[in-house]
Each structure stands twice: as structure tokens, then as C-alpha cells.
């Protein structure tokens, strides 16, 4: 399995972007998914999560009520939009899937980020 990231870049506060994460490869056996984020000088954090059919989503506190998180399984794609962006989510986001191995084991993958820059 493999994610990549896209649909970032620089927006004025108040602004919105929305980021697409594109899985590949043995796609029918991710599970649940999650955006990530980490800032310069702080630890990656969770922004938000989806579960595997999309019913049940969680979000960092920071993040009710601006952002959404939600997935196309058809087009074995997950979305991140974001509204009301402050310069505080100025960040790398990573999209993180969990998948069953051959082998039955979850295992988790990750992409290779996309910067979000929030201009005051």
C-alpha cells in the first residue's frame, strides 16, 4: 500500500484548502485513516480520523468544527478540508493508513506529506 499527499500550499488566515491523500496497491485491505500534522519544532499530531466505511470520524480539539475529514473508498481516496485556516495550522500533514498485511498483521503506512502554510 502506498499514500500520497497532495492539495497543499499557501493560503491567507481565513482561508481553506482541501488535501487529497491517493492510496495505491492493495487498496481493499486499508482500514481506518488519519491526518497527521507536525509543525516545525513540535511533534506530529493527530489532526483527524476516519474509520474504514467513513461512519465514525475523531478531530483534535484545535481542529472542531473547521475541519472535515472524509474518504471516497471508490476512488480509494481521503480528504482533509479545511476552513477558517489559521496561521497556528501552518504544518506538514501526513495522511497515515492502517492495513492487514498477508499475513494478517495491521500494519500502518504513511505518505510523504504535503506543507500547508497559513499566512496572518
Known amino acids: 500500500v502506498q499514500l500520497v499527499e497532495s492539495g497543499g500550499g499557501l493560503v491567507q488566515a481565513g482561508g481553506s484548502l482541501r488535501l487529497s491523500c491517493a492510496a495505491s496497491?492493495?487498496?481493499?485491505?486499508?482500514?481506518?485513516m488519519g491526518w497527521y500534522r507536525q509543525a516545525p519544532g513540535k511533534q506530529r499530531e493527530l489532526v483527524a480520523s476516519?474509520?474504514?466505511?467513513?461512519?465514525?470520524?475523531n478531530y483534535a480539539d484545535s481542529v472542531k468544527g473547521r475541519f472535515t475529514i472524509s474518504r471516497d473508498n471508490a476512488k480509494n481516496t481521503m480528504y482533509l478540508q479545511m476552513n477558517s485556516l489559521k496561521p497556528e495550522d501552518t504544518a506538514v500533514y501526513y495522511c497515515?493508513?492502517?492495513?492487514?498485511?498477508?499475513?494478517?498483521?495491521?500494519?500502518?503506512?504513511w505518505g510523504q506529506g504535503t506543507l500547508v502554510t497559513v499566512s496572518s
Open positions: 496497491g492493495s487498496t481493499s485491505s486499508i482500514t481506518s
Open positions: 497515515k493508513g492502517n492495513y492487514w498485511s498477508v499475513f494478517y498483521r495491521l500494519l500502518e503506512v
Open positions: 476516519i474509520s474504514s466505511g467513513g461512519g465514525s470520524t
